[in-house]
Structure formats: C-alpha cells, structure tokens
C-alpha cells in the first residue's frame, strides 16, 4: 500500500514575524510525508529570503515567489503545482498541531472519506486562548453535511482529495478579497460523496489585526455580498448563505458606519434572513425597532447591534 503525500499550502506575505512558527509546525507533524508549498506573494519583508532559507534546509519544501495578487492567487499557484493526493491550506501566521495531518489521514483512510474538516482556537500573540471554534458530525453525504450545519468556511481546517478539486478544475476567486474560501469549500462539498468533521482542535488561529480577513473594506464587502446573492448553488446552502452575509459583508459596513441605516435595513430585509442561532434574535428585534421608531431604530442598528455581535462571535 502505497503511503500518501499531503500537499500543505501557504501563502505567504509580509509574516517574517510569525512565518518561522507555521513551518516549523508543518515541518514536524508527526506523518513525514508531506511537501510544503509556500508562495511568496510579492512579499516586502523578508519572508521570501526566510523560505527560501528552509528550502534549502529541507527537500520536502518548494518555495514559488509572485507578484503580489492576493491570497486567492498565492492559493492557486499552490493547487497547480501541488503534487500531493491530499491537499490542506494554512495560513502564514497561523500553525498546526503536531499531530494534524497524521490523525486526519488515518480517519480519512479508515472511513474512505472525500472531505475532513477539524476544529480551531483562535489565540492572541500572547498565546492566550481566546475562543474554542469546535464542531462534529458522523460520516455524510454532501446533503446531510450541509444540513447538519457545521461546515468551517475558512480555507483551513480542512483535508481535500486533490482528484476532485483537479476533476472540476476548481479554484479559488481571485477577484474576491472577502468569502472566497466559502465559496471554494461549497463548490467543493457539492462534488463529495463523504464528509465528516471532528472536534480535535488542529488548527491554532493567530489572531492578527494585520491579516487581511480582518481589514473590512466596504467596496470588497459589498462586492461579495452581490457574487453570494447569485452564487450558482445558493439554493443547495442558504442557510449558510444568508448568515454570511449579514456576519461576514453586512455587519463590518454597519460597524464602521458606511451604509445609512435605512439601506441597511432594506438590504437585511430584502435578503428575508433566515437566522438561525438563538442569539440572532437580536436581528430580528432590529426589524420591529426600525418599523415603530426610525430614531431607535438606527441607535440599535450602530450602537447596540455591534456590541452584541462582538460579544457573540
């Protein structure tokens, strides 16, 4: 039995400070047979040079420097030259569990599954742990994964078998600053015969108010918000959908106070949001407030409503 090579994908850009902690994490997983792949994105710093630097340490890590086109691009230069039967994605200034690859491979093989996905934390620079992002189901077709809602929608986290991404030729939108993994991954559930994801926290989420996922731009949030409103399999995860887009697009343009309230309310009533969580009743309170009074209305929509999301995330 042949043992198989897991392609890891890193784009890299502007992390000398914390791109040392990612490879070395990946270097010393405890299944050996791996190559890394990191794509230097036009990076000013001197992550390029230190990359460099572990290629030539050791065989298993190619290094591939860009022009700088974003993370989307940096991906899919990885998935073009990705040799791997399995490919995994991390980001420049996050890291893995030493035990990451190895376990998932032997769930996947054991269960023959086309899609793993594991859970996070998310920790400060002092490496305090800020939050738990867990979830776990049994083994599921496409349809019962997505019911079940626990998809991770971050590029991370996740085991793909390389054949189904190459058989759909699928890629990541470099023309999207904002939900572009989602995308990707729901492309990639709807071709899966058997998914699955467990509760073991693999993956540690730097949280990095530099990283580009959290710099809102009300042009990119907007930009996304119309690509969700006519994804093609938007009537396969609506759910998933619409609470994206409030969270992930609305919200970052409401706290930073880029939409007048009356259009916000019209673009959240509009989209007949389907919330589900038990704190998104809050939500819903916004509807009734905006109706009966525009003035209390627009203070909950600034002041109230970004506070209760902060709190719940």
């Known amino acids: 039995m042949t043992v198989p090579l897991v392609s890891i994908i890193v784009p890299v850009y502007n992390v000398e400070r914390y791109i040392d902690k990612c490879i070395n994490s990946i270097l010393e997983q405890t299944y050996p047979h791996i190559e890394l792949l990191l794509i230097d994105d036009g990076s ?3 992550s390029g040079a230190i990359c460099d630097r572990y290629a030539q340490k050791d065989n298993r890590v190619r290094v591939f420097h860009k022009q700088n086109a974003g993370v989307s691009a940096a991906r899919n230069t990885g998935i073009n030259q990705a040799k791997g039967e399995f490919i995994t994605f991390v980001d420049s200034d996050d890291w893995l569990e030493p035990q990451c690859i190895g376990e998932c491979l032997n769930i996947i093989n054991k269960n023959k599954l086309d899609f793993l996905q594991f859970s996070s934390k998310r920790v400060n620079d002092k490496g ?70 467990i509760k073991d926290t693999f993956y540690n989420y730097r949280l990095n108010p530099e990283s580009a996922c959290t710099i809102n731009n009300p042009k990119e949030c907007l930009k996304s918000m119309k690509v969700f409103q006519t994804f093609e399999l938007r009537s396969i995860f609506e759910r998933n959908i619409q609470r994206g887009i409030l969270r992930y697009f609305l919200y970052p343009i409401i706290e930073q106070r880029f939409l007048p309230a009356k259009k916000a309310y019209r673009l959240t009533k509009d989209e007949n949001f389907n919330l589900l969580k038990p704190n998104r009743k809050f939500e819903h309170l916004f509807f009734k407030l905006y109706k009966a009074n525009k003035f209390i209305g627009i203070l909950y929509l600034y002041i109230i409503l970004p506070y209760v999301n902060k709190k719940y995330q």
Do not use: V, W
Request: aromatic letters at 10%; a negative charge; hydrophobic letters at 35%.
């Open 44 to 46: 000013p710093d001197k």
């Open 128 to 197: 305090d742990i800020l939050f738990l992002k867990t979830g776990e189901t049994p083994i599921l077709n496409a349809s019962q994964y997505i019911e079940a809602d626990q998809i991770y929608i971050a590029a991370g986290c996740s085991i793909y078998r390389t054949s189904i991404i190459n058989a759909t030729n699928l890629k990541f939108d470099e023309d999207l600053k904002l939900g572009e993994d989602q995308l990707f991954i729901y492309h990639y559930i709807s071709k899966c015969q058997s998914c699955m994801r």
